[in-house]
């Protein structure tokens, strides 16, 4: 049985095109204490950054989507928030991710399916990495 | 070159004496040879031969040995070369003979030289054609193939999805209270999905770019 995490406050933005997965993921950590603000598309994610009050520690998305994929969302948001942490998933287990985008340490890279102990476990690579800050700051 | 591997000649020449001395070079160079006079003896030959070169007489005007080259094309589509002997090379003797489809024309009075170089000439040309062939049927092969790959992979995806969507809500199940009971079905669930996970990551596992294999392919030698 999974324990509750309630020191867990950090927030992540999740960016998933399908809807299942994302309810289901967004459930799923919201169980393990993190808050979760979910996106179904690239620029619904854009707008939700833009909007939300309060730092956002990590993004997760989706590497295909439509209009604008993950590697798209990723530019975007590095260039307004160079310090952002970004887990990439994708069930396209050759997603079309450079290595450029991994060398900095604050990006990783999740193939689906998997199960939510290895997305935690990803998930906190990147937030106990050094110099940790709140990544979006508003 | 060993006599087994040289392609077949079948000399279909009304003339009794240009056939024999065609088909005597054809044999004397190592290559099979049958040697018939009449386009009924030649159509029969061809079935039985599997000829790759075909020496026909090209009659002035359409003929004989017009329609016979006509029927070896349909009949062998590019799997065999034709070369033609004719009595006359005016342009329209040129224009005749390549409409019906032979690869190469030959002009009475042809010498030995001639005879000789020709029937080399078309042995390179069925040789380059067949191996053009064989790399057209390669490269469909693996045109297909590689829509399998893709299909495999979007396959994959489609399944991934819907797999993590599974692996999260049995999880949120397997945190809530639950009988043992329960426990065991959820935990056999959970099996079960790492089941298709397998399967599907095997399916697509030959389109995965790092499983790419790289061959030489010699293009230069289908032209």
């Known amino acids: 049985m999974t324990k509750p995490h309630p020191a867990v406050t950090e927030t992540i933005l999740l960016v998933e095109d399908d809807e299942a997965v994302a309810a289901a993921l967004a459930r799923a950590l919201s169980a393990r204490g993190y808050r979760v603000i979910v996106a179904t598309s690239g620029h619904k994610a854009v707008c939700l950054a833009d909007e939300h009050c309060g730092p956002i520690h990590l993004v ?37 991710i450079s290595r450029n985008h991994f060398d900095d340490g604050r990006t990783s890279f999740l193939a689906k399916p998997f199960a939510v102990g290895e997305l ?3 998930i906190r ?4 990495a050094e110099s940790h800050q709140p990544a979006l700051l508003v | ?37 009449s386009e009924a003896a030649a159509w029969r030959a061809l079935r039985s031969l599997d000829a790759g070169i075909v020496i026909v ?15 070896i094309r349909k009949f062998t589509s590019d799997e065999c070369v034709v070369g033609a002997v004719a009595g006359r090379n005016g342009d329209g003797d040129l224009r005749l003979g390549l409409a019906s489809g032979v690869d190469d024309l030959i002009t009475r009075p042809f010498s030995f030289g001639q005879v000789t170089n020709r029937l080399l000439a078309l042995e390179q040309l069925l040789a380059t054609r067949r191996s053009l062939h064989e790399t057209e049927r390669e ?23 819907p797999l993590t969507a599974l692996y ?27 089941r298709i996970q ?9 389109s995965r770019s790092s499983q790419r294999r790289i061959t030489e392919s010699r293009l230069q030698a289908a032209r």
């Open chain 1, 60 to 96: 997760i998305s989706d590497v295909v989507m439509p209009k604008m994929s993950g590697i798209q969302l990723f530019d975007r948001l590095r260039t307004w928030y160079p310090a952002i942490r970004f887990l990439f998933i994708s069930g396209f287990n050759d997603a079309p």
């Open chain 1, 120 to 122: 935690v476990g990803a």
């Open chain 1, 125 to 128: 690579s990147l937030l106990d």
């Open chain 2, 1 to 37: 070159m060993t006599n087994q591997r040289r392609p077949s000649v079948l000399v279909a020449i009304a003339d009794a004496t240009d056939r024999g001395f065609v088909g005597g070079i054809a044999v004397e160079m190592g290559f099979p040879t049958i040697s018939v006079g």
């Open chain 2, 57 to 71: 007489e090209l009659p002035p005007g359409a003929g004989e040995g017009t329609l016979l080259c006509e029927q």
């Open chain 2, 139 to 161: 490269a469909t092969r693996l045109r297909w193939l590689a829509e399998v790959g893709q299909a495999a992979l979007t396959f994959q995806h489609e399944i991934n999805n």
């Open chain 2, 168 to 194: 999260a809500h049995l999880e949120l199940l397997q945190s809530s209270n639950q009988t043992s009971a329960s426990a065991a079905e959820l935990a056999s669930a959970v099996a079960q999905a790492r």
């Open chain 2, 198 to 206: 397998a399967v599907v990551t095997e399916l697509a596992q030959p």
